[in-house]
């Protein structure tokens, strides 16, 4: 399932031992994983034209390969509304350690997810969807498989979280579409599987879910030695 194209940003990490963002959502996009508009820039003019084309508000994220937890390095800034905020952002991202650049992605909304894999020592590559965002610790919902994945798994992760009424809709809320996160599910599968001896772990946290279908806002991926 790797083309070239994708052999070579698995190629290019390997000496920083992670996929960086940007380069990770390409990978995704390359399985057919959708992923927002972004722009991976180096330079303020470039920020400035990048948001202009997306269009605020937009969210901004440092690019390093010594940062893997962006956000405990204030890494992250969403909601950028303007120039005068996004020139601030970046001022402060370019003085952060290994500064390679500014990511300059759209805001998009949605029910959070967590997805993930990794490799178990006895069973191979598992998958794990779980309810997402800021409580994702605090309820631990969540479900896991092992790949490969049939739409018969992706349905019975689903049903078996505690939250899956934010998924099927919830009083007011409207359901999100259930027949796209089945496809983005089986599209990480396959990429997954095409990865098996190549990665350790996988995080898309969140996968952003809406009635209009699914899509990755945050992706890192951990190579194995």
């Known amino acids: 399932m790797l083309n070239q194209e994708m052999g070579e940003i698995i190629r290019k990490a390997q000496k920083a031992g992670w996929i960086m963002e940007p380069e990770a959502k390409r990978l995704l996009s390359l399985a057919g994983i959708p992923v927002p508009e972004f722009r991976w820039v180096s330079t303020l003019p470039e920020a400035l034209k990048a948001a202009e084309a997306i269009r605020y508000p937009v969210v901004a994220k440092v690019v390093s390969p010594d940062i893997i937890h962006k956000s ?9 509304k303007d120039k ?21 992605e ?15 020592y006895q069973f191979g ?4 969807m779980g309810i997402g965002g800021t409580g994702v610790e605090i309820y631990q919902d969540t479900a896991l498989r092992m790949a490969p994945l049939s739409e018969k798994d992706v349905t019975s992760m689903v049903d078996s979280l505690k939250g899956d009424k934010l998924l099927k809709g919830y009083r007011s809320t409207e359901p999100v579409d259930l027949v796209a996160l089945n496809q983005l599910m089986l599209n990480f599968s396959t990429l997954v599987m095409a990865l098996e001896n190549r ?11 809406t009635a209009n279908g699914s899509i990755v806002a945050d992706a890192r991926i951990m190579l194995s030695g």
């Open 72 to 80: 405990e390095v204030r890494g992250v800034v969403v909601g950028i």
């Open 84 to 104: 005068a905020q996004l020139t601030d952002t970046f001022s402060a991202f370019s003085k952060l350690e290994g500064f390679c650049g500014i990511l300059i």
């Open 125 to 128: 590559p598992v998958i794990l």
């Open 199 to 209: 990665f350790e772990s996988i995080d898309l946290n969140p996968v952003k879910c």
């Open 106 to 120: 759209e805001l998009v909304p949605g029910i959070e997810l967590i997805v993930g894999a990794k490799i178990d």
